[in-house]
């Protein structure tokens, strides 16, 4: 099979070759891929990988949806079904998969992290891992959603739930999981502020959902949001950014508000602040991923047409290059997806 392959770390160390097909262990199930896409993961470990257990050569790409070629008689899937991958190979042993928290797992193993993943036209993974695709939701819509739009469902929802009439500032708009934040939050009944770097991703965002925005290249980011919010600030920020925009987004938020984080993309050791943290009383959380139970409803929500995933551009798996060129672009507003198998709907 064709796929892209990590044999070193780098750009020119990730190439498009033919490789074996996967051998397919018992309990598993083989996905031939239609769609994928990229995220900040991939690149990390494209060029870093530092803290992932893997060894290279390694197949890259989370993301993953097609349908199952190959899987065990006894397997309540059937050779056929159109799918989408749950990421994360999860143990189902310990307590947090024993409590429905797979993105816990003492024992996880992901797809194009520890182990080969969807950058490839075959994949094999245990046959728990493939959730059933909607009818109406095309491979392409599908394949955006596993990493961005379920770790952007988990943040807002996991932990304290963004509720109707809160407001929200989302960070850096234009990433595939902030993009997914303002189209959630705002299908969920909050206010949406962004923080943008120009007036033209400021006018998508609006278009994804959000209420207003902040160009952070020309103005303090949290005398805004006090502005707008009439000195009181936001109930909750979504920062991913880390230290470029840590200091701002703790000042935006109201006393008692709280800030949740999955990335660090400029850096992960920000001033901790904590007089603003205990005087405040802030609440810090981190997030990744999501749950069974999570993905389920996002695909659920993706299904009925609630929210549509937003798409920045599209590449070829043999374009591969270009495609993390694409992702790293300050203009990329929403999701780079990659067409694997050939088919889109």
């Not at 024992?107 to 036209?121: K, M, P």
């Not at 955006?144 to 109707?164: I, S």
């Not at 103005?219 to 925009?245: C, K, N, P, Y």
Request: glycine share 12%.
């Amino acid at each position: 099979m064709k796929a892209a392959v990590l044999e070193a770390r780098g750009a020119e160390g990730l190439k498009v070759i033919d490789v074996p097909d996967p051998v397919r262990a018992p309990g598993e199930a083989v996905m031939k891929v239609h769609a994928s896409s990229l995220n900040r993961v991939d690149i990390y470990m494209r060029d870093v990988g530092q803290g992932i257990s893997h060894a290279l050569p390694i197949i890259l790409g989370v993301d993953g949806v097609g349908e199952i070629v190959e899987c065990d008689r006894e397997s309540p899937l059937r050779a056929g079904q159109r799918v989408m991958l749950f990421a994360t190979n999860f143990c189902r042993r310990c307590d947090y998969c024993l409590s429905g928290d797979q993105p816990l797992c003492i024992h996880a193993r992901i797809a194009g992290e520890h182990r080969n993943g969807c950058y490839a036209e075959y994949v094999s993974m245990p046959d728990y891992c493939f959730l059933s695709l909607p009818d109406n939701l095309s491979y392409e819509h599908a394949g955006v959603l596993p990493a961005a739009y379920v770790t952007a469902y988990r943040m807002l929802f996991g932990k304290r739930c963004l509720e109707p009439g809160e407001t929200v500032l989302v960070v850096g708009a234009g990433g595939g999981v902030a993009v997914a934040c303002i189209q959630l939050a705002k299908l969920a009944g909050a206010h949406v502020f962004v923080t943008t770097s120009s007036s033209e991703k400021l006018k998508k965002a609006i278009a994804a959902g959000a209420d207003d925005g902040v160009d952070y290249t020309s103005e303090a980011v949290s005398a805004r949001i006090l502005e707008l919010t009439a000195g009181r600030g936001v109930d909750m920020v979504v920062d991913s950014v880390g230290e470029a925009s840590w200091s701002e987004s703790l000042r935006s938020l109201r006393r008692g508000g709280r800030i949740v984080t999955c990335g660090a993309t400029t850096g992960g050791n920000p001033s901790a602040e904590l007089q603003r943290m205990f005087i405040r009383q802030l609440e810090l959380y981190g997030s990744t991923g999501g749950s069974l139970n999570e993905a389920r409803k996002l695909l659920s929500l993706a299904g009925s047409r609630e929210i549509e995933p937003v798409i920045d551009s599209r590449f070829s798996l043999d374009e591969i290059g270009a495609a993390f060129e694409r992702l790293q672009a300050p203009d990329r507003f929403g999701k780079v997806a990659l067409c694997v198998g050939g088919q889109t709907g």
